[in-house]
């Protein structure tokens, strides 16, 4: 079946560190990819999202490649702010969304 | 737009009790799922409405669980009896008509179960 290994937190930066999640996902087919965050008392959010190899998400300054080849999708900041303070899960969607178990990042002024 | 409301946010019951958690989605949208963490593992698919009717249940981990959404506006979940494994933080998402998972979802703030 599908599933979703990601890197195992905590992770403690200082803030303008760089931040990498390293995700890989096992599945049939080509399945969508996603990033999401849930920041303290929120819900989960859509971080970003790739549809096919090669795709590269984005937003907020976060980015990750759709990797077929190593059918990896690893998270990348160049930067980080405390407020990227946050639990990230990867995804990936057959006809439902399969998570990873979690990062839980946490950015230091 | 009101996002989704899950409710309680937190509770805590002792082994053996029954309770039971609601989700409010988003008006108008028929997709409606739950999702749960269990002891900060990997989220996993527990079932997913369209309206009313149950479309795929096939994450419900045993007959403890009981999910309804009469009407097909909000949802609960009942668990009953609770035992010290359903531990864990509960989500609730919802989505319109013809979204396909993970495009368009919206997620709730989750409610966090504890048994003890």
């Known amino acids: 079946g599908n599933s979703v290994t990601q890197m195992e937190g905590p992770v403690t930066l200082s803030e303008e560190a760089f931040l990498t999640i390293n995700c890989t996902y096992t599945a049939t087919g080509y399945p969508s990819l996603f990033w999401y965050v849930q920041y303290p008392g929120e819900g989960l959010q859509l971080l970003l999202k790739?549809?096919?190899?090669?795709d590269k998400g984005s937003n907020k300054g976060f980015e990750a490649t759709y990797r077929k080849e190593t059918t990896s999708f690893h998270l990348e900041k160049g930067s980080v702010q405390v407020s990227d303070s946050a639990v990230y899960f990867c995804a990936l969607r057959d006809y439902k969304l399969s998570f990873g178990a979690g990062t839980t990042v946490t950015v230091r002024a | 737009e009101a996002g989704v409301t899950q409710f309680p946010s937190h509770s805590v019951i002792e082994k053996g009790q029954t309770v039971t958690l609601r989700c409010d989605p988003i008006s108008g949208h028929d997709n409606l799922y739950w999702y749960r963490r269990v002891m900060g593992k990997e989220i996993k698919f527990l079932l997913h409405f369209v309206k009313e009717s149950k479309q795929d249940e096939s994450g419900m981990p045993n007959n403890r669980f009981l999910a309804e959404r009469t009407g097909g506006t909000y949802s609960t979940l009942k668990v009953q009896p609770a035992e010290l494994e359903d531990s864990g933080v509960y989500f609730c998402a919802s989505s319109q008509a013809g979204r396909s998972a993970g495009h368009g979802y919206t997620f709730g703030s989750g409610t966090r179960l504890t048994v003890v």
């Open positions: 790739a549809t096919k190899a090669d």
